[in-house]
Structures are given as structure tokens and as C-alpha cells.
């Protein structure tokens, strides 16, 4: 059998071929459009039953084959598998866009809401009812015939253009490398770093250190290298990917344009004014206006913080290291001095007691002490030799869901941490369905035979991600539509993940989870409690710069015109010019790798990293005031908020959860500007 179209267990990744990509979804294809045929001819009223339940198990099919391969090309991309991807993207694109418009089947919805039987179904169901009607709605089912046509197209091109966007990213960061061939032109960096620039040239039969543009190469030379010519180069190859200054082939500005065109395009089309008007459609947030108020208030809020953060730092770098004038590439290193001799530690002296085989299970620890719950390693087959894989087991040994991990960056995997789901929980006749999920980060891989060492960050990215991972594993939901973070509100999304990060700062929680690498001591108290006074260093200037980017793709979404005078250089640099502390050098063009919103799913929803913070921060103060490992309310979060899925709106979840509405005292308590 073509293992992806086995779905009777976890996928056989060591199986999957380039090759066996195209049967299996042609055939998935056809399978599914012959159900449709079939439905749509049934004069009996449709039911849950009859149309909605076998719907959802062909959809799911395509969906699990599909995602297999995307988690694939993202992971282990290679010119074969990119190929066959490509060539396959469009026809899952016109699949889904002939689903949403297919009048019949929004016809049966509409009966399906107006029948008896709506009035019995769980709220869970209830709710993908209407989540069904409004997606019609928004995929164009009632659009006339001569624009459902255009409409499909536009789809099908902004799949397309989408997916050239992220390739154009990868192969920009994998076709840069900076060969050094002078030790002493690398003072500065640290051991592990230098010993991992060796390997890397090694691995390419040459001699020196090898830097490349993925972050745990770039990260550590921005940050530590006195060379202020190196910082300089890697900073600009970094900034200026995908753009006009690298490989043609490789320049993402008339995608940008095009992109934006297309949303526009498809916006009126739909009758809405703006595109930003349809992002909302699913989200909390009501209106763009609601949001650029809530960023600009957060700004103003915010901003004497971002201010004070850089007299403080320019006066440093005068004073201290002697630069008159702070470029880009001094910034990272500048702060980084600051903070070593305020706080009287680095990053690096951090990283040596956060080794991966600690982190892990404390991090399993923190979870299965809130939620009753044990993580234990299991088999299963990977991707890449790298790759680990856990079982999550209640107290009566029942099997609740299982995760992979992918930690290292390496060539031919996307850059970023993400979370992705691979099997949804669901009823299916008498059995649960298990949840899976992946769980890809891009640390710095184990060197000279010791185990993988984090920084403090790179432990609150880990975190994130498995916040991520909970909300789809511990799902008490049964109805697929609304599991896990299926349905959930995109701006409310990020509180699950968000509201992990908050345990990387509790002393109770790291000092289980450190051991040094090289004496098996743990964290000192000493040394937490100065990274706990540097916890909110520089975090007005954070703050500014996640309110600049969510204000840019906010407007461009919403009043920017594409393709008019202005360019959307020109609108960032207007927006920098308002709310920016820090205005990048000219040459900077950070749109051309902004994948978030050109690849990621986050158009006009890039407020939500921010808009959710409110809530996790809101809702984690319910476990500082009563015991950060408190496994009451650990329960309670997990009935109120992980456990509900999509299965009502975020805003109910929340309430249910605190008792109230949310409020931003929180989040501003927490990062140090109440």
C-alpha cells in the first residue's frame, strides 16, 4: 500500500517517496469528488450522519496524505520533493476552493442549520455548522458563476505565490556562506559557537569556520563577535534575503506585490472593503480599527520604555565600547555588553546549564505536575535521525497523545519553530482517535560529542511551541472541526503557547530543569535571580519593534493600496518613522522575508502574537495567586481553555476560565512597564 494512503496508524515516514506523492493524492482526489457527486444527488434531508460525518472523513484523509508531504518539504526539503510538491499544490488549492464554492453543499449546511436535528446537536457540533456556513460565505459560494471562476484562480495563485516566497527565503539562507580562515578575526565568540563553525566547514572539506544565515550560526556572531566588520556582513547578506541585492531568481518583491493585489482583488469581490476586513471574519478582534487602536495605545504605552532602553544603550556604547554612533549590527553586541556588566552574566555563561537532556524533562515535569499527566520517549517512524518521539498518558496509563520533536536547524529545513498537527483527536464509531502532533524548533545541533545546549530564549521558544502542541494533544473534544486549535480564533491561538513561556521564569520550575554541562551543578539561585532583574532588559524596545511589524501588516492589509505610489518600502519606513525607536539602515528590506504573512498564515493577524499576550499573561496571574504548579488550577485551564478546542469562542473560553474579562494590567506588569 502507498503509505499515504495508509490511515490506520501514525504516518511510515521512512516510506514516503517523491514519487508516491501524485498517485496518492490524485487518488485521494478523485475518492473524495465522487463522495461529493454521491451527496449531492441524495434527495433525503442531509443529517450529521449522513453528510456531515462522511464529508469530514474524506477531508480528513486528504488532509493527513497532504500534510505529511508538507511537513516533509518544510523539514527535509530536496529538489525532488519540491518538484513534486509544486506540482501537486495547485490541485489541493482548486479541491478546496471548489469545496467552498460548491453551491450544493452550502445548500445542505443551510438545511442542516435550519432542521430539527440542528436543535440536538452537541454545541460542538453546532458550532462547526456555523463555522461551515461562514467559510462558504467567505469562499465564495455566493459569488456568481462568471466570478467563481476568477475567484478560484486567485486562489490557486496565491497558493502558488505563497509557496515561491518561502522557497526563495530558504534557498537565500542556505546559498550564503562566510568562510574565516583567521582565528583571531573571531574573538568574541564563544567555544561551542567557533567548535560548530569549524565542523560545518569541515563537513565541506575545507578548512576554517563556517558561518552561514541560519540562527544558531548568525545568532551568536551579532551577538558576540568583535569584529565589527564580520557583524556588518552577515548582517546585511541577513537583511537583504529574497530581495534585489542577492539572486534574481530568488527576489521576493514582486511576489509582495502581487500577493497583495490578489488579496485585494479577492476582498471586493467578496464585498469586503479591504482584505483585513476577511482576516478578522474568523478572529476575535471585530474590526481593524479595534486593532490598530489596541497597537497605537500599546504603543504609547510603551514607548518612553523603548526610548529610555536606548539613551541607555547609546551612552554605554560611548562610554564603554568607545562607538560614537550605533550601527544595526552594533545593537546585539552593544546590548549584550550592557548587559553583562549590569546583570554581571551572559547568554553563553546561561547556556552551560541548560543542556537538551535536562530541558526536556523538565519541561515534561512542569506539564505532568499541573496536569496529572506522564511523557515517556516512544518509537515511531521519523524523518531524520534527529527526530524524537513521546507518549502523553493520564494516571490510569491511557494513551492521550503523541508528539515528535525536531530540534536542530540544518540545510534543507525551514527556518523558525513551529507546531503542526499530524492527527486530530476525533470519534470515530466506538474508538477516540488519538492527536499528533510535530514540534520543530531550529537550535544548534550537539558538538564535540556533548549533549545540545540552549539559551535561556531558546528554552521560552521551547516552551512555546509545546504550549502549542498541548492545545492539540489535550483536546477533550470528539467533533473534528472544532478539535484541538481546529476553529480556534487565529488571535487567540497564541495563548496556550504564550502562556508556557511564563514557567521558563519561575525559580521552582529551573531548578529543576538545569544541570551544568560540564559540573552537573544546578542553576545557581544567585544567577536566576539576575536573570530575573534582567528579564524585562530592553523590553520596551522588544515591545516597539512586534507593534512596528504588526502596525505594518495591519495597514498594508487594510488602507495601503498595492501597486500605487506608494511601495510598501515606503509604508514601513512611514510606520518606522512614527513608532520606531531603532530605524534600520536603507538597504534593509525586511518585507522580502517576512514569511509570517507572505507564507505563514498571519496576514493581518501578525497583532495576535500581541492581542494574545494580554490573555496569557491574564490568565497565568490565576497560577501565580495560587501556586504556579498548582494542579487545580492546572485542571481548570485545561477544562476552561485546552481541553474546549474551537468548540466555543475564545472570548467564552477565557471568561470561564478567570471569571472575567481579560485586562492588560498583566501583560504590562509582566514585561516591566506598569
Not at 121 to 140: H, M
Not at 654 to 668: K, T, Y
Amino acid at each position: 500500500m502507498n503509505p499515504l494512503l495508509d490511515f490506520s496508524g501514525l504516518p511510515r515516514f521512512n516510506e514516503v517517496k517523491p514519487e508516491l506523492v501524485s498517485p496518492a493524492i490524485e487518488a485521494l482526489l478523485k475518492e473524495n469528488r465522487a463522495l461529493i457527486e454521491r451527496l449531492l444527488a441524495e434527495d433525503s434531508a442531509p443529517s450529521w450522519e449522513s453528510f456531515v460525518g462522511p464529508m469530514e472523513d474524506a477531508n480528513e484523509h486528504l488532509s493527513r496524505a497532504w500534510g505529511q508531504v508538507s511537513h516533509l518539504n518544510a523539514v527535509v526539503n530536496s529538489p525532488e520533493l519540491r518538484e513534486v510538491y509544486n506540482e501537486n499544490l495547485p490541485k489541493i488549492t482548486q479541491y478546496y476552493a471548489e469545496l467552498s464554492q460548491n453551491q450544493g453543499l452550502y445548500e445542505k449546511f443551510k438545511q442542516i442549520k435550519a432542521s430539527r436535528e440542528y436543535m440536538v446537536l452537541t454545541p460542538a457540533q453546532k458550532k462547526i455548522v456555523e463555522n461551515e456556513l461562514r467559510d462558504f460565505r467567505l469562499g465564495g459560494a455566493e459569488l456568481a458563476d462568471d466570478q467563481k471562476e476568477r475567484f478560484m484562480q486567485i486562489q490557486e495563485e496565491l497558493s502558488q505565490l505563497s509557496s515561491k516566497f518561502e522557497e526563495n527565503l530558504l534557498d537565500t539562507t542556505n546559498g550564503y556562506s562566510l568562510i574565516m580562515d583567521d582565528k583571531a578575526e573571531l574573538a568574541g565568540l564563544p567555544d561551542d559557537a567557533l567548535e560548530a563553525a569549524q565542523e560545518a566547514a569541515a563537513s565541506d572539506n575545507q578548512t576554517g569556520w563556517k558561518f552561514t544565515l541560519h540562527g544558531p550560526s548568525y545568532m551568536p556572531v551579532m551577538q558576540y563577535a568583535e569584529n565589527r566588520e564580520l557583524r556588518e556582513i552577515l548582517y546585511r547578506a541577513y537583511v537583504t534575503r529574497a530581495s534585489e541585492f542577492g539572486n534574481p531568481d530568488w527576489d521576493n518583491t514582486e511576489l509582495i506585490n502581487k500577493i497583495l493585489k490578489l488579496r485585494q482583488e479577492a476582498a471586493h469581490m467578496l464585498g469586503f472593503a479591504n482584505y483585513a476586513e476577511i482576516s478578522l471574519a474568523a478572529k476575535m478582534a471585530e474590526t481593524p480599527k479595534q486593532v490598530l487602536d489596541f497597537l497605537n495605545d500599546l504603543g504609547k504605552k510603551a514607548k518612553p520604555y523603548a526610548e529610555r532602553d536606548l539613551e541607555e544603550l547609546q551612552q554605554f556604547a560611548r562610554e564603554e565600547l568607545g562607538m560614537e554612533k550605533l550601527a544595526a549590527w552594533d545593537i546585539g553586541f552593544a546590548s549584550e555588553k550592557l548587559r553583562l556588566k549590569r546583570y554581571a552574566f551572559s547568554d553563553q555563561e546561561v547556556k552551560q546549564y541548560f543542556p537538551e537532556t535536562v530541558v526536556m524533562p523538565g519541561m515534561f515535569k512542569v506539564v505532568e505536575t499541573i496536569y496529572g499527566l506522564s511523557i515517556n520517549p516512544s518509537k515511531a517512524p521519523v524523518w531524520h535521525p534527529d527526530v524524537k518521539f513521546f507518549d502523553i498518558t493520564d494516571k490510569t496509563g491511557q494513551l492521550v497523545g503523541q508528539f515528535y520533536v525536531d530540534l536542530y536547524a540544518r540545510m534543507n529545513k525551514r527556518g523558525g519553530a513551529w507546531m503542526d498537527d499530524v492527527i486530530t483527536r476525533r470519534r470515530k464509531a466506538k474508538e477516540i482517535q488519538t492527536p499528533v502532533a510535530y514540534l520543530n524548533c531550529n537550535f544548534s545541533a550537539p558538538v564535540g560529542g556533548r549533549p545540545a545546549l540552549f539559551t535561556h530564549d531558546e528554552v521560552i521558544t521551547l516552551f512555546h511551541e509545546f504550549g502549542h502542541g498541548l492545545h492539540h494533544l489535550l483536546t477533550k473534544v470528539e467533533d473534528l472541526g472544532v478539535s484541538g486549535i481546529n476553529g480556534v480564533e487565529w488571535d487567540a491561538v497564541e495563548l496556550p503557547s504564550q502562556f508556557m513561556e511564563n514557567f521558563c521564569w519561575e525559580w521552582n520550575v529551573l531548578k529543576h530543569m538545569t544541570k551544568h554541562v560540564e559540573t552537573g551543578e544546578p542553576l545557581p539561585r544567585e544567577l536566576f535571580d539576575k536573570m530575573l532583574a534582567a528579564k524585562n532588559f530592553q523590553s520596551g524596545l522588544q515591545t516597539m519593534r512586534q507593534i512596528e511589524f504588526s502596525l505594518f501588516d495591519m495597514h498594508m492589509h487594510y488602507d495601503y493600496t498595492p501597486g500605487g505610489d506608494k511601495s510598501v518600502l515606503d509604508l514601513i519606513n512611514e510606520i518606522r518613522q512614527q513608532v520606531a525607536v531603532i530605524i534600520p539602515p536603507e538597504f534593509n528590506r525586511f518585507p522580502n522575508n517576512f514569511s509570517h504573512i507572505f507564507a505563514g498564515g498571519y496576514a493581518a493577524g501578525y497583532y495576535s502574537y500581541k492581542w494574545a499576550e494580554v490573555l496569557s499573561a491574564d490568565a497565568y496571574s490565576l497560577f501565580e495567586e495560587n501556586g504556579v504548579l498548582s494542579e487545580e488550577v492546572g485542571h481548570r485551564f485545561w477544562s476552561e481553555i485546552l481541553g474546549v478546542g474551537g468548540s466555543r469562542s475564545a472570548l467564552e473560553s477565557f471568561v470561564a476560565f478567570m471569571g472575567r474579562e481579560p485586562s492588560i494590567d498583566a501583560l504590562l506588569r509582566h514585561n516591566g512597564m506598569s
